[in-house]
C-alpha cells in the first residue's frame, strides 16, 4: 500500500467562519478581566483548518521549471529513538512519532504510515496526544512557532495556538480532562504557556525558568497544580484566583544538602506530593517545595543504574522507568508516608516487582493504552527498539516484546544495490541493515562489535549478482558483506524464515581510526579506503581484496571518489577535513617490499584551499560603492538640466564628497574551513563545497603541476566561484546527480534537501540560479549525512543525523501524463540476489572482534622486526663466537710475552692498537655524568625551591639595615629596621575603604532604575508596532502582472485603511503626548511627607551640636552611632597609623640607600682619580709629589645583602668546614668560614698597580738608561719645563677635587643625619600613639563579647516586637470582621422580625399563639437531636451543646405546655401563615445561635488582642531596658578607654594653664586642646548669633510665601471645578452621556479586522488563478505521462532481450576459454582470434545498455 498524506481538511458546513481575529496571547490573564467590554468570538466545535493552508510543503524558485512535487514522499524507515519523549499511541494498533519535519502514524500490523507534515518547516518539538485520543498535538520548531492540533483518525487540522514561545517548543501536556494544554518553550525566553486550545486562546503564561526546561506534566488530581522540571531544577506551579485575575505562580524546589541534580522525570501524588529522579537513580520526595526524603533500595543501592527517565502514578501504583532497561513498581503507600529516620534523609525500600529487557536497553518513554480492556504499555528504547510490554505481574504476563527495531543515533552511511531496490545502511550502533524499500520492508540485520562508519555497495563490475557491500567501522576494520536470498540455496527451500540473509566474507583492518570513506575504481580493479589517519589504502579486487599499499595524505579523509568513465585516466580524488584535496592514479598491484605496504613512489597532486571568501566580500563592496557614486552622478547631472531648461544659472562644479568608510580588511581564518564533499567536472578539475567561514559558495579547483612545494605551505586558489543563495549558515554537506532527469542534489546542514535542474553540462552561476527545496530532516541535529538514487533513478532515499530514512519517488519529466497514477505499481518488485556457489560448504569467517587488533602494516611490520630480531640474534651469535676465540689468542700471546727476557718484553702500553679506543671511553665517562647529573635534576630542583622557600620565610620579610659612615670623621646614619606591612592590616583597610564606593554604586544605581519615562515607553510601543507592521505590509512589492479590477479594489481598500491608520496614530500620538505632560507634572509635585534634604542635614547637624561643649569625661556624655568606637575602626584606625608609619620610614631608608650610593660611585671615581695622579706623578720629581689621599673603603655593614650572596667556591668551603668540624670531638674556636665568606666577597679589590700608563712610564725609563745621555736643547727644555708645569698643576687640581668630593659627602651625611633625628622623635611620638591604639584594641576586645551579647538581645526584641505588631494588625482586622458579621446578623434579625409583624397584619386574632410559637425553641432541640442520632462521631460535643437548650425547653415547655400546642394549627388560623411562622422561627434560631457564635469568636479576639498588646508594651519595655544597657555599657567602655593614660609631648609655649605665671605641679585637672578646636569653639560664639538673626528673617518671608500659596491653590480649584462642570455639561447636551475620550479614540478602528479582510480578498483571487493554471498544467502532463509510459514499456522489453543475448554470449565464451585438448594445439592463432571477436562483441552488447 502506498502512503498518502493527511487527508486535505474540509470546513464543516455548519461550522463558522475560518478567518478568526488573531488574539494577544502575551497576556497573563485573559483578555476578558481587562477588556470586559469586548466580546471574543468563539470557535465553533465544527471548525476546521484546510490542510493545504496548514502544511509546509516544497518551495521553488520564480523560475524554475519542475513543478513542486518532485518528490512525493513515500516511507519512513527510520525512527529519532534519542529524542526525549517521542512516541505516542493513538489506539491499539497505531503508533505515532516525529521523524524530522514529519509526524508518522504507523499501523504496527500492517506497517501502513500515514504522515503529517510541520506547518513552518524548521521542525517539531514534541509531541502529545489528547487523552481521549481523538486529537493530538504537534508542537513545532522555527520563529514564532506554532502548536497544531489534529484530529484522529481523519488527520485534519483542527486548531492551531500562536504566539507561546519565541524559537521552538520542547514539551506539551493536556490536563486530565483534556480542556487545557500546557506548553514550554526553548531557549531563550522558556516560555510556559496554558492553552484553552479549543478556542485558541491563552489563559495564562509565565517564565518558567531562567536554564533549559525538559518536561511540564499536569497534576492528576488537581487540575490547577503543575510541575516543570530541567537543568538543575524542578519548580511547582498552581493556578491561583487573585483580585487582579487568574495567575500562575510558581515555588522553586530548594534541595538542601541533597546534591542539585538535573530533573528529567517527575509525577504528582493524589495528596499533593512530588516524586522526582535524580541523575544517580534514587528518587526524590519533594513536600511544600522541600525535599522531605531521598528513596534508594536495601543496601543503600540505587533505585536504578543510572538515571530515572520517567516516574507514572497509574491506578495507585507507582512505577520509576530507568535509562539502565528497568522497570520497577513500587509501594506507593511507603513512598508517600516515608519519614527520614537520620541525618542522610536516605530512607531503603524494595520494590514490589520489575522488569529487566535486556543488558543493552535503554528506555526513556512509555504510555499506556487498553487492548480489549487488557492494559499494556508501549516503551521507547533508545537503542531502537519500541516495546510492548504487559505490568501486570502476575501469572498470566505476556513475555516483552519487540514491535519495531530501528537504528539508534544518526546514520553514518547509506548506498542502494545497482540493480533492484534495496538499501544498506550503517551506524555506530553496530549494526547493518537491508531494507527493501520497493515494497517498504526491513529485510535484514547484522550487528557487530563496533559501530559503522562507512558503506558502500559494491557495483555491478566487482559483482554481477548484485549482493556484495563493504562496510567500514570505527575501529579501522572493512567488513565485506553479502547478501543473498536464503531460499535459493540447495538444501533450503522452504526453510528460511527470513528473506534475505547477511553473510560476512572477508574481514581486514588496513587503518588505526575510523573509516570514513570506501571507493570502488570504474573499472572494478581497485578498492580504496580512507580513515581519519590520514592514510587511503589500496586493495586488487579477486577473489578476495589482497592489499596494494597505503599513501599518507595531508589530513584526515572526508570524501574519496574516483574519476568518471569519460576521463583518459584513473585517477582517485581524497578530500581531506583540513582543507585539503589530493589527487592519485590508481596503483598497480605490484609486488611491494617486504618492509612496509607504503607506496613511496606515486604520482601524487596537492591542493591546499585558500580563502578568498573575504575578498570575494571585497569585490562586491567596491562595486555597490561605486555603482552608488555612478547614481549620484547621474541625478546631479540631471538636476543640472533640468535647471538649465528652467534658465536658472548653476554652479557645476562637483561638491567635495565625504569620506568613505574604510573598506573592510582581507580576513583569512587561523584554522582551514572543513571540505564537507565534492565531485569531478574535468581531469584535474573539481568543485568543492567546504563548511566554517567558507561556506556560501561552490569552488570550483584545479590540480596545479607544481608538486615539488612543501604542500602545507601551499595557497591554492580556486579558479571559479558559484555563489549558492543562503547557505551561508547552511552549508552543503551531501550532493548527488540525476542523470535520467539532470539534476543535482543537495543535502544540507539543517536537513533540508535542494534541487537544481542542470540545463547544460557545465555549473554556472546562472545554471544553479533557481532551485526546488523542501524541509526533510530535523533542523538542528538532521544535517543530511547520505543521499542515494536507485538504480533506475525513480526513487530518491536520504538519511540523516537525526536517524531518519526517507524515500521519494521521482518523476523525471517524461513520467508526468495523466495515466502515471494509474500505470505505475503500488509496489515495486525486489529481486533479491542468489547466493554463491558452495556458501553453504564454506566455514564462517574468522572476524577481528578486538579493537586494539593490529592493522595491516602494522602485522607486516611487526612480521619484519621479528625477522630482523632473528637475523640479528643470529649474527649475533657469530660475532660472539669470534670474540671468543681472538680473546683466547690474545691471553696465549700474554703468557708467550711472560716468558720471554725482561729486555726482550713487550709493555702493556705497546699492545695498544689504537689510542681512539680509550677516547671512546672517556667521552662514554663524560656521557655518563651528564647522565647522572640529569638523574639528580629533579633532587636539585627540590633543593633549589627548599631554598627559596627559607629565604621567603625569614629573609624576604626583613630589610637589610644598612649603615652609612662618613668618611673623614665619626659620624653615621642608620636605616630603619623595617618588617613588611602586615597584609592583615591592609585587607582591613581596603576593604573598609571600598564599603562606601560600594553603597554609594548600589545608592546610584537605585536612582538610575527609577526613571519613569519607562512607563510611557511601554505605553507608545504598541502603537509604533502596529504601525511598523502595516508599513512593512504596504511597502511589498506588487506582481508584474496587469491589473484586474480585483486587484484595483484590494488597492484601494488598502489606502483607505493606510488613511484609518494615519488617523488612529495621530490621536494616539496626541492622547501620549498628553499622558507623558501630565506624568512630568505629578512627577514634579513633592510629596505630603517631603523634606529638603538640605534642611534635613542641617537639622540633623544642630541636633548634634547643641547645647554646650561636654567633654568625654562628664557623666551626661552620650554616644551617637557614628561616634561610637569599635573593634573594627580602632583596627583601621591601627592599620592606618602602622601604615603611614611605614612609608615615612621607607622613604627614609630610601634616601639613605641613595646616600650608600653616593658613596659607591664617589669611591669609583676617587679610584680612577687616583690613577690619573699617579700616572701624573709618574713623570715628576720625587720631591714634587704631593700627598695622595686615601681612598675610602665601604665598610661591610654598608653592603649588608652581600652576606647572603654565594658562589660554589663558597659552598664547596662551607662543605668542607661542616666535614671538619663533624670530625672533631671539641668545637673549635674561630672557625674560618664566616671570615672566608666575608673574605670573598668584602674585600675590596686593590688598586692595580699595573696600569697601562705606569708600564708606558717603565719603558721609557728602561730605555733612557740604555741610550747615551745627551745634551737637550733649548727648545725641549722649554717644552720640559711646560709640561712640569701643566703636570703640577693637574696634581694639585686631582687632589682638590678628591678632598672636595669626600667633604660634601660628609656634609650630606649631616644634613640627612640631621634630618632623620628629627624624624626619629616624631616616630616615637607615632610609636606610642600605636601603643595607646594597640592597649584600647585589646579592651574593645575584651569587651566585644559582651557587645555582641547585647546587640544580639537587642535584635531579638526587635524581631519578636514585629511578630507581635504583625499580630496585632492582622487580630483587629479579623475583629473588625466579626463586628461587621454582627451587625449584619443583627441586621437580618430586625428584618425578620420585622416579615413576622408584616405577616401577621394588623387585628389577628392569633397574633399572641403565633408571637408564642415564634419565640420557642422547641422546634430547634428536636431538629438538633435528629441531627445527634445521625451523626455519631460529634456525639460528645452537641450533647455539651444540647444541655442548656433542653433546660431552656423544659421551662418553656412546662410553663405554656397547657395554654398551646405548636405541632397543629389552630381552627380558623391560616394554614400559610402558620407554616411561614414556623419557617421565620427556625431562621431566627438559627440566626441567634450564629449571632452567638460571631460574639464569642469576638470576645476571643479581644482577649487575644489585649494578651498581645499587654506583651507588645512587656517588649517595648525590655526593648528600652536593652537600649539602656547598651548605652551604659558604651558609656563604661568609653570610661575604660579613659583610664587609658595617653603620652602628649608638649613644648612650653603651649602650655597656658599658668598658676600665678608659673608652670604647675599638677596636670590632672587640664584639658588638651589643639589650636584648631579652641579657635573654631571661639569663632562659633559669633557665627551662632548671626546664624540666629539670619533664621529668623528666613522664618518670616516663608510664613508669608505660605499664605500667598494657599490663596493660589484655593483660586485654581476653583478654575478647575469650573472648567470639569463646563466640560461635563458640553458632552451631557452633545451625547446624553459622560463619555470618555481616550477610550472611544483607542477603538474607533479594527485595525487587524480590517487587515484581515483585505488579506482574504487577495488569498481568494490567488488561488482562483493558481488552481487555474494547476488544471491546465495537469491535462498537458497527463498526455505525457501517457507517451513516457509507453516508451518505457518498450525499452523494458528491449533491456530483458540484451540480457538473455548477453547470458548466452558469456556461456559461449566459458566453454571457448576453459575447453582443454591437444586438437587446439596447432590452432592457437585462430582461437586467439575468436576470443577477441567475442570479447568485442561482449563490449559493444555492454556498451548499448550499460548494466
Avoid at 336 to 362: F, I, Q
Avoid at 1328 to 1334: N, S, W
Avoid at 1532 to 1538: G, S
Wanted: charged content about 30%; aromatic content about 8%.
Amino acid at each position: 500500500m502506498e502512503e498518502e498524506p493527511a487527508e486535505d481538511a474540509q470546513e464543516d458546513p455548519s461550522g463558522a467562519e475560518g478567518n478568526l481575529d488573531e488574539q494577544d496571547n502575551s497576556e497573563v490573564s485573559s483578555e476578558s478581566q481587562k477588556r470586559p467590554e469586548e466580546v471574543k468570538k468563539k470557535i465553533p466545535e465544527t471548525f476546521f483548518y484546510m490542510y493545504e493552508d496548514v502544511y509546509s510543503g516544497p518551495y521553488a524558485t520564480d523560475d524554475f521549471e519542475i513543478p513542486t512535487d518532485l518528490l512525493i514522499f513515500k516511507h519512513s524507515f527510520g525512527y529519532d529513538c534519542t529524542r526525549p519523549v517521542n512516541l505516542m499511541m493513538m489506539d491499539t494498533h497505531t503508533v505515532g512519532y516525529i521523524a524530522g519535519n514529519q509526524v508518522m502514524l504507523q499501523n504496527l500490523r500492517t506497517k501502513n504510515q500515514t504522515y503529517v507534515r510541520s506547518s513552518c518547516g524548521s521542525g517539531i518539538g514534541f509531541i502529545t496526544a489528547h487523552p481521549s485520543k481523538e486529537y493530538f498535538a504537534v508542537g513545532e520548531k522555527g520563529k514564532k512557532p506554532n502548536i497544531v492540533i489534529y484530529s484522529y483518525p481523519s488527520v485534519r487540522p483542527y486548531r492551531i495556538l500562536k504566539g507561546g514561545t519565541e524559537v521552538a517548543y520542547v514539551f506539551g501536556d493536556f490536563n486530565r480532562t483534556g480542556t487545557l494544554l500546557a506548553s514550554v518553550g526553548s531557549s531563550p525566553d522558556y516560555m510556559l504557556t496554558i492553552w484553552d486550545w479549543k478556542q485558541e486562546d491563552t489563559l495564562l503564561r509565565s517564565k518558567a525558568f531562567a536554564q533549559d526546561v525538559y518536561k511540564v506534566m499536569f497534576s492528576a488530581e488537581n487540575e490547577e497544580h503543575l510541575t516543570t522540571g530541567g537543568s538543575g531544577h524542578i519548580k511547582f506551579w498552581k493556578m491561583a484566583l487573585t483580585l487582579t485575575g487568574l495567575k500562575l505562580q510558581g515555588a522553586l524546589g530548594r534541595f538542601g544538602k541533597t546534591a542539585v541534580s538535573d530533573i528529567i522525570s517527575f509525577v504528582e501524588l493524589p495528596d499533593g506530593k512530588v516524586v522526582s529522579g535524580t541523575e544517580w537513580g534514587n528518587l526524590l520526595l519533594w513536600e511544600g517545595g522541600l525535599i522531605k526524603v531521598e528513596l534508594c533500595q536495601v543496601g543503600r543501592k540505587p533505585c536504578h543504574k543510572g538515571p530515572v527517565s520517567q516516574l507514572i502514578f497509574d491506578e495507585g501504583e507507582l512505577y520509576s522507568v530507568g535509562i539502565d532497561g528497568v522497570i520497577r513498581m513500587w509501594n506507593f503507600e511507603v513512598v508517600d508516608t516515608a519519614d527520614p529516620v537520620d541525618d542522610t534523609g536516605l530512607v531503603e525500600m524494595e520494590p514490589m516487582n520489575e522488569l529487566w529487557l535486556g543488558k543493552n536497553v535503554s528506555l526513556n518513554f512509555m504510555t499506556k493504552i487498553l487492548d480489549h480492556e487488557q492494559p499494556f504499555w508501549y516503551a521507547q528504547d533508545m537503542s531502537g527498539t519500541i516495546w510492548k510490554l504487559d505490568l501486570t505481574f502476575s501469572n498470566m504476563t505476556h513475555d516483552p516484546e519487540r514491535v519495531c527495531t530501528f537504528h539508534s543515533g544518526r546514520i553514518e552511511a547509506i548506498s542502494v544495490s545497482p540493480f533492484t531496490y534495496l538499501m544498506a545502511t550503517t551506524a555506530l550502533d553496530r549494526s547493518v541493515r537491508i531494507y527493501d524499500f520497493g515494497s517498504n520492508s526491513q529485510l535484514s540485520v547484522i550487528k557487530f562489535k563496533q559501530g559503522g562508519t562507512a558503506l558502500t555497495w559494491a557495483p555491478a563490475v566487482v559483482n554481477p549478482e548484485g549482493g556484495l557491500i563493504a562496510v567500514g567501522f570505527e575501529d579501522g576494520v572493512v567488513r565485506i558483506i553479502e547478501v543473498y536470498d536464503p531460499k535459493l540455496l540447495p538444501g533450503h527451500e522452504g526453510q528460511a524464515k527470513e528473506s534475505a540473509e547477511i553473510n560476512l566474507k572477508q574481514v581486514f583492518k588496513p587503518h588505526s581510526a575510523a573509516v570514513t570513506a570506501l571507493a570502488y575504481e570504474q573499472k572494478g580493479d581497485v578498492f580504496a579506503t580512507g580513515s581519519k589517519d590520514k592514510t587511503v589504502f589500496f586493495f586488487a579486487i579477486e577473489d578476495e581484496y589482497k592489499p596494494i599499499g597505503f599513501i599518507s595524505v595531508p589530513g584526515p579523509v572526508q570524501a574519496l571518489q574516483w574519476s568518471p568513465p569519460s576521463h583518459d585516466k584513473s585517477m582517485l580524488l581524497i578530500l581531506c577535513e583540513n582543507g585539503f584535496a589530493v589527487q592519485v592514479p590508481a596503483p598497480l598491484p605490484e609486488k611491494q617490499g617486504t618492509a612496509t605496504y607504503h607506496i613511496k613512489n606515486l604520482p601524487t597532486q596537492y591542493f591546499h584551499f585558500y580563502s578568498i571568501k573575504s575578498r570575494i566580500k571585497l569585490e562586491e563592496e567596491i562595486a555597490r560603492r561605486e555603482k552608488e557614486k555612478q547614481k549620484k552622478e547621474k541625478e546631479r547631472l540631471e538636476w543640472i538640466k533640468q535647471q538649465k531648461e528652467m534658465g536658472l544659472e548653476v554652479d557645476e562644479t562637483k561638491e567635495e564628497e565625504a569620506e568613505e568608510e574604510p573598506l573592510p580588511p582581507i580576513y583569512i581564518p587561523e584554522e582551514p574551513s572543513p571540505i564537507l564533499c565534492g565531485f569531478y567536472s574535468a581531469p584535474g578539475k573539481f568543485w568543492l563545497s567546504l563548511g566554517g567561514y567558507d561556506s556560501g559558495f561552490l569552488y570550483h579547483c584545479e590540480f596545479s603541476h607544481n608538486d615539488e612545494e612543501d604542500p602545507e605551505k601551499r595557497k591554492d586558489e580556486p579558479f571559479d566561484v558559484i555563489p549558492m543563495k543562503d547557505t551561508n549558515d547552511n552549508p552543503i554537506h551531501q550532493i548527488s546527480f540525476c542523470t535520467s532527469n539532470p539534476l543535482m542534489f543537495c543535502g544540507m546542514q539543517d536537513g533540508s534537501l535542494r534541487a537544481y535542474p542542470l540545463s547544460v553540462k557545465d555549473l554556472s552561476a546562472e545554471v544553479l540560479k533557481d532551485y526546488w527545496y523542501m524541509n526533510v530532516h530535523d533542523n538542528d541535529n538532521g544535517q543530511i549525512r547520505g543521499i542515494c538514487c536507485s538504480h533506475d533513478e525513480r526513487c530518491l532515499i536520504t538519511c540523516g543525523g537525526d536517524g531518519n530514512i526517507f524515500t521519494f519517488d521521482l518523476l523525471s519529466e517524461e513520467e508526468l501524463p495523466e495515466e502515471l497514477p494509474k500505470k505505475l505499481p503500488k509496489e515495486l518488485k525486489v529481486i533479491i540476489p542468489p547466493p554463491r556457489s558452495g556458501l553453504e560448504k564454506e566455514k564462517a569467517t574468522e572476524d577481528i572482534k578486538d579493537p586494539n587488533a593490529d592493522t595491516i602494516e602494522e602485522y607486516k611490520q611487526k612480521m619484519e622486526y621479528e625477522r630482523k630480531m632473528k637475523e640479528a640474534e643470529e649474527k649475533k651469535n657469530k660475532k660472539r663466537e669470534e670474540l671468543s676465540a681472538l680473546r683466547k689468542d690474545f691471553i696465549f700471546l700474554l703468557q708467550k710475552n711472560q716468558e720471554l727476557p725482561k729486555h726482550m718484553q713487550l709493555h702493556r702500553e705497546e699492545f695498544e692498537m689504537d689510542h681512539r679506543i680509550f677516547e671512546e671511553l672517556d667521552r662514554q665517562t663524560l656521557q655518563r655524568i651528564q647522565l647522572v647529573r640529569e638523574k639528580l635534576a629533579w633532587e636539585h630542583e627540590k633543593q633549589l625551591i627548599g631554598l627559596q622557600k627559607l629565604q621567603t620565610q625569614f629573609r624576604d620579610s626583613l630589610e637589610f639595615t644598612l649603615t652609612v659612615h662618613a668618611i673623614q670623621s665619626n659620624h653615621q646614619i642608620s636605616t630603619y629596621s623595617l618588617l613588611t606591612v602586615s597584609e592583615k592590616y591592609t585587607q582591613h583597610k581596603k576593604h573598609g575603604d571600598s564599603k562606601w564606593e560600594v553603597l554609594k554604586e548600589k545608592w546610584t544605581a537605585l536612582k538610575q532604575e527609577e526613571q519613569p519615562e519607562e512607563e510611557i515607553l511601554r505605553e507608545t510601543r504598541p502603537v509604533h508596532r502596529e504601525s511598523i507592521a502595516f508599513e512593512k505590509e504596504a511597502e511589498m512589492p506588487e506582481t508584474p502582472e496587469v491589473q484586474k479590477p480585483t486587484t484595483r479594489y484590494i488597492e484601494s481598500k488598502r489606502e483607505k485603511i493606510r488613511r484609518l491608520v494615519e488617523k488612529y496614530d495621530a490621536l494616539k500620538a496626541k492622547i501620549m503626548k498628553r499622558r507623558a505632560e501630565w506624568h512630568e507634572l505629578y512627577k514634579s509635585k513633592p510629596k505630603d511627607i517631603y523634606e529638603d534634604s538640605k534642611d534635613a542635614e542641617e537639622i540633623k547637624e544642630a541636633r548634634e551640636n547643641i547645647g554646650c561643649y561636654r567633654l568625654k569625661t562628664a557623666t551626661d556624655y552620650t554616644l551617637t552611632e557614628d561616634k561610637r568606637i569599635s573593634t573594627e575602626k580602632k583596627m583601621m584606625q591601627l592599620a592606618t597609623l602602622e601604615h603611614l608609619i611605614y612609608n615615612v620610614k621607607v622613604n627614609m631608608n630610601k634616601e639613605i640607600v641613595s646616600l650608600r650610593d653616593l658613596k659607591v660611585s664617589i669611591i669609583d671615581e676617587i679610584k680612577s682619580l687616583v690613577k690619573e695622579v699617579k700616572s701624573i706623578q709618574a713623570s715628576l720629581d720625587i720631591s714634587e709629589h704631593l700627598p695622595i689621599p686615601l681612598i675610602p673603603q665601604l665598610h661591610p655593614d654598608e653592603v649588608p645583602e652581600k652576606i647572603v650572596e654565594y658562589n660554589s667556591d663558597v659552598i664547596l668551603k662551607f662543605k668542607e668546614e661542616q666535614e671538619a668540624k663533624a670530625e672533631l670531638t671539641e668545637p673549635l674556636e674561630g672557625c674560618p668560614s664566616s671570615r672566608a665568606f666575608r673574605h670573598v666577597f668584602l674585600q675590596t679589590p686593590p688598586v692595580e698597580e699595573g696600569d697601562p700608563m705606569a708600564k708606558a712610564g717603565a719603558v721609557v725609563t728602561e730605555e733612557a738608561f740604555g741610550m747615551e745621555k745627551t745634551e737637550p736643547t733649548e727648545m725641549e727644555l722649554e717644552i720640559l719645563k711646560r709640561e712640569k708645569i701643566k703636570n703640577l698643576y693637574l696634581q694639585e687640581t686631582l687632589i682638590k677635587k678628591i678632598n672636595t668630593l669626600v667633604i660634601n659627602f660628609d656634609a650630606e651625611l649631616r644634613l640627612l643625619r640631621h634630618e632623620k633625628l628629627k624624624m626619629d622623635v616624631q616616630m616615637k611620638s607615632a610609636s606610642l600613639r600605636c601603643i595607646t591604639c594597640c592597649e584600647e584594641l585589646l579592651i574593645l576586645k575584651k569587651l566585644e563579647i559582651h557587645e555582641d551579647l547585647l546587640e544580639e538581645q537587642i535584635c531579638g526584641i526587635i524581631s519578636e516586637q514585629e511578630d507581635i505588631q504583625s499580630k496585632l494588625k492582622s487580630c483587629l482586622a479579623e475583629i473588625e470582621d466579626r463586628k461587621c458579621e454582627i451587625v449584619m446578623l443583627q441586621e437580618r434579625e430586625k428584618a425578620l422580625y420585622a416579615s413576622f409583624e408584616a405577616s401577621l397584619g394588623e387585628n389577628n386574632e392569633f397574633a399572641d399563639f403565633l408571637t408564642n410559637i415564634f419565640k420557642t425553641e422547641v422546634e430547634c432541640v428536636e431538629k438538633e437531636k435528629v441531627a445527634r442520632e445521625a451523626d455519631e462521631e460529634n456525639e460528645n460535643e452537641e450533647e455539651g451543646d444540647e444541655k442548656p437548650d433542653l433546660k431552656t425547653d423544659e421551662k418553656k415547655c412546662g410553663s405554656e405546655d397547657a395554654v398551646f400546642d405548636d405541632s397543629l394549627c389552630p381552627e380558623g388560623c391560616s394554614e400559610d401563615l402558620f407554616l411561614n411562622t414556623i419557617q421565620l422561627r427556625q431562621q431566627r434560631i438559627s440566626i441567634e445561635k450564629a449571632l452567638a457564635e460571631e460574639k464569642k469568636v469576638a470576645a476571643d479576639l479581644k482577649k487575644e488582642y489585649n494578651a498581645l498588646a499587654i506583651k507588645a508594651k512587656e517588649v517595648e519595655t525590655s526593648l528600652d531596658t536593652a537600649n539602656k544597657e547598651l548605652e551604659a555599657f558604651q558609656w563604661e567602655k568609653l570610661h575604660r578607654l579613659n583610664e587609658l593614660y595617653v603620652v602628649v609631648p608638649l613644648r612650653l609655649h603651649q602650655v597656658q594653664c599658668l598658676v600665678d605665671g608659673e608652670m604647675p605641679r599638677d596636670f590632672s585637672q587640664t584639658l588638651v586642646f589643639t589650636n584648631q578646636s579652641l579657635q573654631y569653639l571661639q569663632k562659633r560664639i559669633v557665627d551662632l548669633r548671626n546664624e540666629k538673626r539670619m533664621q529668623r528673617e528666613i522664618h518670616k518671608k516663608a510664613r508669608e510665601q505660605h499664605k500667598q500659596l494657599l490663596q493660589d491653590k484655593k483660586e485654581m480649584e476653583m478654575e478647575i471645578q469650573q472648567l470639569e462642570e463646563r466640560c461635563n455639561h458640553l458632552m451631557m447636551e452633545k451625547f446624553g452621556r459622560l463619555v470618555d475620550f481616550e477610550a472611544v479614540q483607542a477603538h474607533s478602528v479594527n485595525i487587524p479586522m480590517e487587515k484581515m479582510k483585505v488579506r482574504i480578498m487577495e488569498k481568494e483571487y490567488e488561488h482562483f488563478v493558481e488552481l487555474k493554471e494547476w488544471e491546465e498544467r495537469i491535462v498537458g502532463l497527463q498526455h505525457q505521462l501517457t507517451t513516457l509510459t509507453r516508451e518505457n514499456t518498450s525499452k523494458l522489453h528491449q533491456l530483458n532481450r540484451f540480457c538473455h543475448e548477453k547470458h548466452q554470449l558469456e556461456t559461449e565464451l566459458e566453454s571457448l576459454t576453459t575447453g582443454q585438448g591437444g586438437e587446439f594445439e596447432g590452432t592457437k592463432s585462430s582461437d586467439i582470434k575468436e576470443t577477441a571477436r567475442l570479447k568485442s562483441r561482449l563490449m559493444n552488447v555492454s556498451k548499448k545498455w550499460p548494466f
